[in-house]
């Protein structure tokens, strides 16, 4: 059995040299090395950025949408969208592990897991698309993927259905990373307050800011925006165009009485929305872009020509923990809990 490097460098087709999430094309045989896991592939969570551009692209034709799937991952061996660099994740059944894991996972061939790495990295094989849930951004297929030896993942709890964890574990970093930056008594901004990753934001952004700290959700319609308010999950809501920056900062000045947030939290999966979230958030504080649909050079240029001083944190989906804070907002939510398997189970 072939050795494999632990970063997954040894499936690289091109360009030699760049590890699996950067390169164009990765090799996707499903005949694993001595360090990697085979998993069976039961769905795929699509990023939500992702799923929407393809959704556009594709004129909500769910046929189109398979074609294009198909094509992302015949043409690259796995589903990186090359218009948001995102990908998403998955739920799948270890079929086999590689012997240079053994002592170093507590896998065994038969455990179900959702996989806590980018599909824009993993290799993968679409045999067949079953069902798309184009509301909630899952795929339904049959087909294989590869888990590098870096690659972490969670093994799904036995107290939730399978994709109630999927669609929070998907998301888990955004309330991980909310729960470690969020002090007590900070203003935080939470944009697209009335998604997943908003929703989850918003529980321990209210949570860790406590009675003194005060936190607004902004969501992208009255729909979205009642979520939130049905939940008690902010202290202030309101309808806003994320594109619209002044806008927005006009309004979070308002309510702040012009001393602006402490944490500003992006969870919009569209464009241009980096300039509402730095005007909304006061010098020194901090900006958490969650959302893969974030530019890096309109916010860092964005923020210099505005004078702001803010610190800006990438998304990165993991943060230690990560997993197990996620699923833990939704036993200690019975409402969230709820609100989820409506929407996602």
């Given at each position: 059995?072939?050795?494999?490097?632990?970063?997954?460098?040894?499936?690289?087709?091109?360009?030699?040299?760049?590890?699996?999430?950067?390169?164009?094309?990765?090799?996707?045989?499903?005949?694993?090395?001595?360090?990697?896991?085979?998993?069976?592939?039961?769905?795929?969570?699509?990023?939500?950025?992702?799923?929407?551009?393809?959704?556009?692209?594709?004129?909500?034709?769910?046929?189109?949408?398979?074609?294009?799937?198909?094509?992302?991952?015949?043409?690259?061996?796995?589903?990186?969208?090359?218009?948001?660099?995102?990908?998403?994740?998955?739920?799948?059944?270890?079929?086999?592990?590689?012997?240079?894991?053994?002592?170093?996972?507590?896998?065994?061939?038969?455990?179900?897991?959702?996989?806590?790495?980018?599909?824009?990295?993993?290799?993968?094989?679409?045999?067949?698309?079953?069902?798309?849930?184009?509301?909630?951004?899952?795929?339904?297929?049959?087909?294989?993927?590869?888990?590098?030896?870096?690659?972490?993942?969670?093994?799904?709890?036995?107290?939730?259905?399978?994709?109630?964890?999927?669609?929070?574990?998907?998301?888990?970093?955004?309330?991980?990373?909310?729960?470690?930056?969020?002090?007590?008594?900070?203003?935080?901004?939470?944009?697209?307050?009335?998604?997943?990753?908003?929703?989850?934001?918003?529980?321990?952004?209210?949570?860790?800011?406590?009675?003194?700290?005060?936190?607004?959700?902004?969501?992208?319609?009255?729909?979205?925006?009642?979520?939130?308010?049905?939940?008690?999950?902010?202290?202030?809501y309101f309808v806003g165009?994320?594109?619209?920056?002044?806008?927005?900062?006009?309004?979070?000045?308002?309510?702040?009485?012009?001393?602006?947030?402490?944490?500003?939290?992006?969870?919009?999966?569209?464009?241009?929305?980096?300039?509402?979230?730095?005007?909304?958030?006061?010098d020194d504080g901090t900006?958490?872009?969650?959302?893969?649909?974030?530019?890096?050079?309109?916010?860092?240029?964005?923020?210099?020509?505005?004078?702001?001083?803010?610190?800006?944190?990438?998304?990165?989906?993991?943060?230690?923990?990560?997993?197990?804070?996620?699923?833990?907002?939704?036993?200690?939510?019975?409402?969230?809990?709820?609100?989820?398997?409506?929407?996602?189970?």
């Amino acid at each position: 059995m072939k050795k494999g490097c632990p970063y997954g460098t040894h499936r690289v087709l091109e360009p030699k040299g760049v590890l699996p999430q950067p390169a164009e094309k990765i090799d996707n045989t499903m005949e694993i090395y001595d360090n990697e896991i085979l998993l069976d592939v039961q769905t795929l969570n699509i990023d939500s950025a992702s799923f929407t551009q393809i959704e556009k692209q594709a004129g909500g034709d769910l046929e189109e949408i398979k074609k294009i799937m198909h094509h992302l991952v015949d043409t690259q061996g796995k589903h990186k969208n090359p218009v948001t660099g995102s990908g998403g994740m998955l739920i799948g059944t270890v079929k086999e592990i590689g012997p240079a894991l053994e002592g170093k996972t507590d896998l065994k061939v038969g455990d179900k897991v959702a996989t806590l790495v980018s599909l824009s990295l993993t290799p993968l094989v679409i045999e067949e698309i079953l069902e798309i849930r184009p509301e909630i951004d899952q795929v339904d297929i049959k087909g294989q993927a590869i888990l590098f030896e870096s690659g972490i993942y969670a093994v799904l709890p036995n107290d939730m259905p399978e994709n109630l964890a999927l669609s929070v574990l998907d998301v888990a970093g955004a309330p991980a990373q909310a729960a470690k930056l969020v002090k007590p008594g900070d203003t935080v901004v939470v944009v697209g307050g009335g998604g997943k990753s908003g929703l989850l934001c918003l529980y321990e952004a209210k949570k860790r800011a406590g009675v003194t700290g005060q936190v607004i959700c902004i969501g992208g319609s009255e729909k979205s925006l009642q979520r939130a308010i049905d939940l008690d999950l902010a202290d202030d809501y309101f309808v806003g165009d994320a594109t619209d920056a002044v806008a927005i900062y006009n309004k979070v000045a308002e309510l702040t009485d012009g001393k602006l947030a402490d944490l500003v939290i992006n969870c919009v999966n569209i464009p241009n929305t980096e300039m509402a979230s730095i005007l909304a958030c006061k010098d020194d504080g901090t900006v958490y872009f969650f959302s893969m649909a974030t530019s890096f050079t309109k916010a860092a240029l964005g923020a210099e020509g505005v004078g702001k001083d803010v610190n800006m944190i990438i998304g990165n989906g993991y943060t230690k923990g990560h997993a197990a804070i996620a699923l833990e907002v939704l036993r200690e939510s019975p409402g969230l809990r709820e609100l989820f398997t409506k929407m996602y189970a």
